[in-house]
């Protein structure tokens, strides 16, 4: 697997070379936090992001001023479901059966949000998926592929390309 602390700090420098920001990871989570995790989103977790999540509990950005006030980028186990109810909650009454089936996990700190989508069976389609609000419409007629857009990376390829 990946070494992910050095991909998470190769991503900090890049998104913030001016060093403005201080890099925060959590401790890796547990076995028992990422069945606890699967039990409460309802699906098996992809290999990739048990493989990251066993490395770090997800990283974000604090400033030196601030350094226990984080925003998180990639949220810790602790706060996906969460996290994934408020960023579906955009979207759920006019595309409910796809709002159930897409869990981020990613935090642009915007209301938009990035991660799995389940296919009709249940199962994470590859990549992962980025929800856009301003994109969003409010209609039950728009295309759900308007402000959901299927990005065909993993987690390794997204910290290397973002």
Known sequence: MPDW???????????HPDGEYNLVTGPPASDETLANLETAL????P?????????????????????????????PCEQIVQFSTDVRGWFKETHERCAKRFFPFID???????????????????GVFEFN????????????????????????????LS
């Not at 602390?5 to 998104?15: G, R, Y």
């Not at 309802?42 to 977790?45: I, Q, S, Y």
């Not at 728009?142 to 402000?147: G, R, S």
């Open 5 to 15: 602390k050095t991909l998470v700090d190769q991503h900090h420098s890049m998104a």
């Open 42 to 45: 309802g699906f098996k977790l």
């Open 47 to 75: 290999p990739e992001f048990r493989s990251f999540y066993s490395s770090l509990d997800g990283f974000g950005i604090a400033s030196a001023d601030d350094p226990n006030d984080v925003s998180w980028f990639f949220r």
């Open 108 to 126: 642009w700190s915007n209301g938009d949000g990035i991660g799995y989508m389940l296919d009709e069976s249940g199962e994470p389609i590859d």
């Open 133 to 160: 609000h301003e994109l969003y419409k409010f209609d039950s007629a728009q295309d759900v592929n308007e402000f959901l857009r299927h990005v065909p990376a993993g987690i390794q390829d997204f910290l290397s």
